[in-house]
């Protein structure tokens, strides 16, 4: 009888004090893990955060280049920006160009993974060839493509049999920028496109063909569903990658704005603001503006997906 009621008041003691254990333990874990996280932390903070509060700030002045006697000027950049028909234009250009890039090259992608995947002689190489673009710097594949797309000895034209201004003409200006990026920029869906491929399960296709479907039906029903996914992040990163383009428009363009400033997009035009024009303080403005629509693209795509997953419970 005692050894029963001195049984039954030490566990209570005990198990609190295993869980005061497990508190403190994990107290400590933090305390240690967060001196892991501070580099970063602190990282971050000088060179995303601080930029972006100092951007804000100047956003609101007529600050220039030098940085000297800039004033305070309120929301005038902002209205100045959002009436500026250059602005709207240079959007255009950056959302007219999205549009052409991500279908492109989300489907690209898929098809350059399915023949990677299912090819059985040589795969290191079909897929090193896939991806190697990617590794490019964007200097050398705007050059690059600058040289294939040349009206007078250009390769495009040759083989093609074109003498089609590529460059120098609005109607096509855009449309070879698009044609190196899917070039340049694929390989990078298309490695995320191949590791899904890869860890769809070989029951599921195994069980189909016994059942007696074909391979239209097995890619409709199996590949695609199970590739929803990873198809839906494709898109994303591209849409934000795709309203940011600068490199190779610029590169291909001698470092200029296009035919009739047809390739002028809104990172361009930013830029142009603050290092040709020297206004800070606008180019700032433009450059908040711009943040703004990315994080609402973002957002967007997050609440998109919450939806569908709430949906699909």
Not at 44 to 52: D, H
Not at 67 to 80: I, K, P, Q
Not at 157 to 184: E, F, I, Q, R
Not at 200 to 226: K, N, S
Request: with cysteine.
């Amino acid at each position: 009888m005692t050894t029963t009621s001195a049984e039954t008041v030490l566990r209570p003691a005990r198990a609190g004090t295993a869980a005061g254990t497990a508190t403190v333990r994990r107290g400590q874990g933090f305390q240690h893990g967060g001196w892991f996280v501070a580099p970063f932390l602190a990282l971050f903070a000088l060179f995303v955060i601080w930029p972006l509060l100092r951007g804000l700030y100047l956003s609101f002045t007529d600050a220039n280049i030098s940085g000297d006697g800039a004033s305070f000027v309120g929301l005038d950049n902002y209205r100045e920006a959002l009436q500026d028909p250059l602005v709207w234009d240079a959007l255009g250009h950056s959302a007219f160009f999205t549009l052409l890039v991500v279908p492109a090259i989300t489907v690209l992608a898929f098809l350059l993974a399915m023949l990677a995947h299912h090819i059985e002689r040589g795969t290191w190489l079909w897929r090193l060839c896939f991806f190697l673009p990617f590794l490019l710097p964007s200097t050398v594949a705007g050059n690059l493509w600058q040289w294939l797309f040349n009206p007078g000895t250009g390769m495009v034209n040759h083989v093609l049999g074109l003498d089609t201004p590529w460059l120098t003409d609005k109607s096509y200006a855009m449309l070879a920028v698009v044609v190196c990026t899917l070039w340049w920029t694929v390989g990078f869906s298309f490695l995320l496109y191949l590791a899904a491929l890869q860890g769809i399960p070989a029951h599921l296709y195994e069980a189909a063909r016994l059942d007696g479907a074909g391979a239209w039906h097995r890619m409709v029903h199996i590949t695609l569903p199970m590739l929803r996914n990873i198809t839906g992040l494709v898109v994303a990163l591209q849409i934000l990658a795709s309203l940011q383009v600068f490199d190779q428009a610029v590169v291909m363009q001698d470092f200029g704005t296009g035919p009739e400033e047809s390739t002028r997009t809104f990172v361009q035009y930013t830029l142009e603001q603050g290092f040709t024009s020297y206004r800070v303080g606008y180019a700032s403005a433009t450059s908040i503006i711009f943040f703004v629509l990315i994080a609402a693209v973002a957002l967007g795509r997050m609440w998109l997906l919450r939806n569908r997953e709430e949906g699909g419970r």
